[in-house]
């Protein structure tokens, strides 16, 4: 039997952990070859998905300077010799404390969105060589829910995935006729590693997202894997420019 995503060769962006190792890992159980890449470590995840028989590297690369994103797309031709699929999901997310616009420094934006929307651009920029060459290619841009439902506390980080969602759009009137789609998912408050650990909620945290929800329970890693398998396979090869809202029916647009 074969996996949906077979011999694929998947990059993933911030997948040294949470919800980016979460993807890796379950695209590699659909048979996918994967690519760890992480401004931090990610050999213990690529071990991970080794030690169950799956095909996995990892590199360090910082999605915000471009010598390394063309270091990360060169990286995975030379270990698999093609790159089929990029989930831009590398962000300044879990750790950034939530702020009122008084008490985000120009700094802070600038730098939030230099990783979160120039990351995505130049990661895609980077594999776009590769994927024009093969005629294919599947990138999936990783926004938020919040975008949706207008939410205080976090105007660095919901501008920066504001443009994700418009990029997306762009993307994918440009890349189309070179076979390459571009679709987004937009995760609600998900219970990564990182957002566990949080304790500066200003507005009740996870829990008080319930009431919002259809779905009214926490929602997990793993609730997102449907929509990245889909985006990654074949299953999604006529859709492009759309942005998947998995947050348990929270925000609808
Ligand atoms: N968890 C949520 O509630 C939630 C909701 C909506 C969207 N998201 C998005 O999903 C993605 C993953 O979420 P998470 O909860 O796992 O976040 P996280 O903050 O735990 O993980 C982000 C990863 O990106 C890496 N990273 C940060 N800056 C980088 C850089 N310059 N270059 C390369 N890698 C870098 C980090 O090392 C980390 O491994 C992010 O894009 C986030 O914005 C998360």
Redesign the pocket.
């Known amino acids: 039997m074969t996996g949906r995503v077979e011999g694929r060769v998947c990059v993933v962006?911030?997948?040294?952990?949470?919800?980016?190792a979460t993807y890796a890992k379950a695209l590699a159980t659909e048979g996918a070859k994967l690519v760890i890449?992480?401004?931090?470590d990610g050999t213990a995840v690529a071990d991970e998905i080794k030690a169950s028989g799956g095909e996995a590297i990892a590199l360090q690369?910082?999605?915000?300077h471009w010598q390394s994103c063309q270091e990360m797309a060169a990286g995975a031709l030379k270990a698999f010799g093609r790159i089929d699929v990029l989930i831009n999901?590398?962000?300044?997310?879990?750790?950034l404390e939530r702020a009122s616009i008084e008490e985000i420094s120009p700094e802070l934006f600038d730098r939030v969105l230099k990783?979160?929307v120039g990351?995505t651009f130049l990661c895609t920029k980077a594999v776009l060589p590769a994927m024009k060459k093969q005629g294919y290619g599947k990138i999936i841009n990783?926004?938020?829910?919040?975008i949706f439902a207008g939410l205080p506390f976090y105007t660095h980080?919901d501008a920066s995935?504001g443009a994700v969602f418009g990029m997306t759009r762009a993307m994918a009137k440009e890349l189309g006729d070179h076979g390459i789609r571009v679709n987004a998912i937009?995760?609600?408050?998900?219970?990564?590693?990182?957002?566990k650990a949080r304790t500066d909620w200003r507005d009740g945290g996870p829990a008080a997202k319930l009431a919002g929800r259809s779905l009214k329970r926490l929602?997990d890693?793993e609730d997102l894997i449907g929509a990245c398998l889909y985006l990654a396979s074949a299953e999604s090869d006529f859709t492009t420019g759309q942005t998947l809202v998995i947050d348990g029916g929270g925000a609808m647009w």
């Open positions: 962006t911030g997948a040294a952990q949470g919800i980016g890449s992480d401004i931090d690369n910082d999605v915000s999901n590398a962000a300044i997310f879990g750790k990783v979160n990351g990783i926004s938020t829910s919040r980080y995935k937009a995760p609600g408050s998900t219970m990564s590693e990182n957002v929602q890693p």
